[in-house]
């Protein structure tokens, strides 16, 4: 079963533990994840539930490439991380 976990920074903001969850694709394994936690996934998701802008997504380690469906694969052993993306000058 593929890993999420989020960053500290996150989880200072929104309950959001590391769990293992069954998924095959990003958005299977995001909405397993986010099931009965509406407030992570409202941190994380937009509206339409797309990545939100502020926030990124790896899988094994690489980024991945859908932002919007959600649909990279997840091997079965991943280990998904959730990152608030930083910017600045």
């Known amino acids: 079963m593929p890993s999420v976990r989020f ?3 996150i989880q200072r903001h ?3 533990p590391t769990r293992e969850v069954n998924g095959a ?3 299977e394994v995001l909405d397993a994840y986010f099931q009965g936690n ?3 996934r409202g941190y994380v998701l937009d509206d339409t539930g797309k990545l939100r802008k ?3 997504a790896f899988i094994d380690g690489r980024q ?3 932002r919007d469906r959600l649909s990279d694969g997840v091997p079965a052993a991943a280990v998904v991380d959730i990152v608030q ?3 600045g000058g």
């Open 64 to 66: 991945i490439d859908d």
């Open 14 to 16: 929104v309950e959001c």
């Open 25 to 27: 694709t990003l958005r």
């Open 38 to 40: 509406e407030p992570a």
């Open 54 to 56: 502020h926030m990124a």
């Open 7 to 9: 960053t500290r920074n």
């Open 85 to 87: 993306s930083l910017s």
